[in-house]
């Protein structure tokens, strides 16, 4: 490995701490709430399209959750009063998703605030970028994980 590869291995390695750094900047939280339950959050209010209610298994889908991760993150969410759970009557098997006054607050606060402010704060910077920035850290994560998976060879 030349000297322009280690290089480039490093200021990927600091790329990436940077960008750990800036998601340690997202506001700051109310208790006993974790960043996954506002991405759950963000994907019931993409997903109900005109209705009250989102399906456990499209939100499942839409983050590449397993289906039994995203039903322990939804009851916790029950339990903190942020989502309401029912089901259908035509098919007792589908759970249906509904957020509270509380959890319609928290995607107000933030969701929708933190992402206006960003979005003002991104206009400078080309969307075209934006998504060569989401596709390069996807592969660098992917690579990443062979490396892990394939641990032995270190």
Do not use: D, I
């Given at each position: 490995?030349?000297?322009y590869e280690i290089n480039l291995i490093d200021n990927v390695m600091d790329a990436l701490g940077c960008a750990k750094e800036a998601y340690a900047l997202l506001p700051q939280l109310p208790p006993n709430m974790k960043p996954v339950y506002f991405r759950i959050l963000n994907t019931i209010y993409r997903i109900r399209a005109g209705t009250d209610h989102s399906r456990v298994s499209d939100i499942s889908r839409a983050l590449g959750f397993l289906l039994p991760n995203t039903t322990r993150f939804i009851n916790e969410l029950v339990a903190l009063n942020i989502v309401e759970k029912s089901t259908l009557e035509s098919d007792k098997r589908v759970v249906l998703v509904r957020t509270t006054e509380l959890g319609e607050e928290y995607i107000r606060k933030y969701?929708?605030?933190?992402?206006?402010l960003l979005e003002?704060?991104?206009s400078e910077i080309s969307e075209s970028d934006c998504l060569i920035m989401i596709e390069t850290i996807h592969k660098i994560h992917r690579a990443m994980k062979k490396i892990y998976r394939n641990e032995e060879r270190l």
């Open positions: 490995m030349n000297g969701v929708f605030s933190f992402h206006k003002a704060e991104l």
